[in-house]
């Protein structure tokens, strides 16, 4: 697939954009074989910079331990995170998602998992002045 192509040169140049949609590009299959692991680095690049849509998709890959092992406190954290940056009908649809994994937490995960979401802001806020 041409896109593919694309999306990595920009994608290795850092645009925040072509690193999310090759994540996609490798969960799904699209123009390259499946393959989670690097769906999750492609998310990961893209959710550092900020990227909401790779932040909510990187919490996916967690809660469903695609690409990496299961982890719903690192799971909760990118939704949380995806959920602030977010806009419109984004910002209620990933709020609902985090609010649901939240319900099924015990009380130290969730907590940890505000605390990782905070501390993450915090940096990346400190980093982007």
Not at 37 to 51: F, L, S
């Amino acid at each position: 697939m041409q896109a593919v192509a694309w999306y990595r040169k920009a994608a290795d140049q850092g645009d925040v954009t072509a690193q999310f949609n090759l994540g996609v590009s490798y969960a799904n299959g699209r123009g390259v074989p499946q393959e989670y692991a690097q769906a999750v680095t492609w998310y990961r690049k893209a959710a550092e910079q900020g990227e909401a849509g790779a932040q909510f998709n990187l919490g996916m890959m967690y809660s469903t331990g695609k690409g990496v092992p299961q982890d719903y406190v690192e799971a909760h954290k990118w939704r949380n995170l995806a959920a602030a940056r977010a806009t419109g009908e984004d910002q209620k649809r990933y709020a609902d998602v985090r609010d649901s994994l939240a319900r099924t937490m015990p009380p130290a995960q969730l907590a940890e998992a505000q605390k990782r979401a905070s501390e993450w802001m915090a940096a990346f806020e400190k980093r982007n002045k």
